[in-house]
């Protein structure tokens, strides 16, 4: 399988416990995203790295969260202190650098699930 | 700054009915959208996608929609609905120079046997 996968697919913890999620993206796109989709919303954009510099961050994500990715290729979401309101849907995606910069088009992978108890 | 506004957070169609999803979007730049599909408990896949070149994109699984820029609509299309179409259905927009997607609220269709 080659498109863009996330470890673990499903993670319970409990209030204030730390987690940790990775995303491998698609083999050779630089571009790597993460989303966070609550129920019944659609994906909101959290944080966006080109190789391994992390170029944007959403103001929804609180000091608590931190992304890395090393080496410009794996990339982890780390949530400190969880809270029940991290109860979500995290969603990876990457996208390949294209000669012309038209528009990126994301392949997203199949999602970490988070229920904070 | 964009948005996008999906009319409609639950369809119900009859197997074989026409299916219509509605999108509306909002951008000071020219757009580009895209419609995704989720099933549950997964990721996204990309139906279709506008890039400014034709105004009607087909995708895959029989879809198609039309961009309007008059209605700034991008309302998604399927002639005959199938039981396998139910599922979640997500409009977004994007940017040239911008990389994040902003997302629609999402429509969940449902396919009546």
């Known amino acids: 399988d080659t498109g863009v996968s996330q470890n673990p697919r499903h993670k319970i913890t409990k209030r204030g416990q730390n987690v940790t999620f990775r995303c491998d993206p698609i083999?050779?796109?630089?571009?790597l995203y993460w989303y966070r989709q609550t129920l019944g919303q659609g994906p909101e954009f959290l944080t966006y790295?080109?190789?391994?510099?992390?170029?944007?961050k959403s103001r929804l994500l609180s000091d608590r969260f931190s992304a890395e990715r090393p080496k410009g290729s794996f990339s982890t979401l780390e949530i400190q202190r969880t809270e029940q309101g991290d109860s979500a849907m995290y969603l990876c995606?990457?996208?390949?650098?294209?000669?012309?910069?038209?528009?990126?088009?994301?392949?997203f992978g199949p999602g970490t699930r988070l229920t904070v108890l | 700054a964009q948005s996008v506004t999906q009319l409609g957070s639950h369809v119900s169609v009859s197997e074989g009915a026409l299916v219509l999803l509605r999108c509306n979007y909002s951008?000071?730049?020219?757009?580009?959208l895209f419609w995704y599909v989720q099933y549950p408990n997964q990721g996204l896949q990309l139906l279709l996608k506008?890039?400014?070149?034709?105004?009607l994109v087909k995708g895959i699984n029989g879809f198609e929609a039309e961009f309007k820029k008059s209605e700034t609509s991008f309302h998604l299309t399927k002639p005959s609905a199938h039981m396998s179409d139910a599922a979640e259905y997500f409009c977004?927009?994007?940017?040239?120079?911008?990389?994040?997607?902003?997302f629609g609220t999402g429509t969940r269709l449902k396919v009546l046997a």
């Open positions: 790295f080109q190789n391994e510099a992390q170029l944007e």
């Open positions: 506008y890039t400014s070149a034709a105004t």
């Open positions: 951008s000071s730049v020219p757009p580009y």
């Open positions: 995606a990457s996208s390949p650098r294209v000669k012309r910069e038209i528009y990126n088009e994301q392949f």
């Open positions: 977004a927009v994007s940017a040239s120079g911008t990389y994040k997607y902003i």
């Open positions: 083999s050779e796109h630089n571009r």
